[in-house]
């Protein structure tokens, strides 16, 4: 096999296929009920729906409260599902089921949901994660360390590629918008109107300073264009870029209100998940 081979099938524990499974799977039917809720709330107002490209090649049409019912219905059931699959005694179809229905029904909702504003690039790697991890086959919580898949490196490194994605992305958006020109927006008064936009007590405390907003677009800047280099970082110390990002996150809700979370989540493709369970298990039989 190639090297390039090697770097997008890479041989994971499959383990870590199954825990992260469970990650988005929460995170969907969280996302459905007080994130990207529009489906449902403008269920009953379809005049408002301005369908994006993907609905109209899929020639959907305007959501009904029943088919945001059936949608709920079927992300929670296929949430359910692949939480249940990981465990060892459920049968294996059960979570094949499960991924494909999951996956299915919450690109279906998040398309419904962009479909009545912008289009959110936060969702972008949790959804590819929904319709790519059910490819990889059967996983558990407690597969051996040594069972590893290829199929699972692939379906993680493609999560992995559209998450780096967002942030380069970011990046790309900003240049177009500056002009070609990033040391422009690193400069502008971007912060200002966002923050003017979203007035809240922090960061009225900061709106009169210009250098340290210019300072901290910079910052925004240099974070983004080093999204990539979390391939060069050993994975035992990639928790450390995780949490970074999760700073970076944090900061942005408590300036914004704006959380990232499907985006923030899917870092996790990321992580050792497998060890950090059998860390906690070790711990909870020495107790």
Not at 53 to 64: C, E, K
Not at 100 to 107: D, E, K, R, T
Request: hydrophobic share 55%; proline share 6%.
């Amino acid at each position: 096999m190639s090297g390039a081979l090697r770097w997008l099938m890479p041989e994971v524990p499959l383990a870590r296929l199954a825990w992260f499974r469970a990650i988005v799977a929460l995170t969907a039917v969280v996302d459905i009920f007080l994130i990207l809720s529009s489906p449902r709330q403008r269920a009953t107002t379809p005049a408002l729906y301005d369908p994006i490209p993907l609905a109209r090649a899929l020639q959907l049409p305007a959501p009904t409260p029943t088919i945001t019912g059936a949608l709920t219905l079927l992300i929670v059931a296929g949430a359910l599902g692949v939480l249940l699959g990981g465990l060892r005694p459920t049968p294996a179809w059960v979570q094949h089921l499960a991924g494909a229905v999951l996956g299915c029904a919450y690109l279906l909702w998040c398309t419904y949901g962009m479909s009545f504003g912008y289009v959110a690039h936060d969702h972008t790697a949790i959804i590819v994660a929904a319709l790519l991890l059910p490819t990889a086959g059967t996983a558990r919580y407690v597969d051996l360390q040594e069972t590893r898949s290829t199929g699972a490196g692939w379906a993680l490194r493609m999560v992995q590629v559209f998450t780096v994605a967002t942030y380069t992305g970011s990046v790309l958006a900003k240049w177009v918008m500056s002009g070609h020109d990033l040391v422009r927006w690193a400069q502008s008064g971007t912060f200002v109107w966002a923050f003017l936009r979203r007035p809240n007590p922090l960061n009225e405390l900061l709106v009169q300073h210009g250098a340290v907003l210019r300072l901290g677009q910079w910052g925004v800047l240099a974070l983004e264009l080093a999204a990539p280099l979390v391939w060069v970082v050993r994975e035992r110390w990639r928790w450390v870029v995780a949490a970074i990002f999760l700073g970076f996150h944090l900061a942005t809700f408590a300036l914004l209100g704006i959380h990232f979370l499907p985006t923030l989540v899917c870092w996790a493709a990321f992580l050792p998940l497998e060890r950090y369970a059998a860390r906690i298990r070790r711990r909870a039989d020495i107790s």
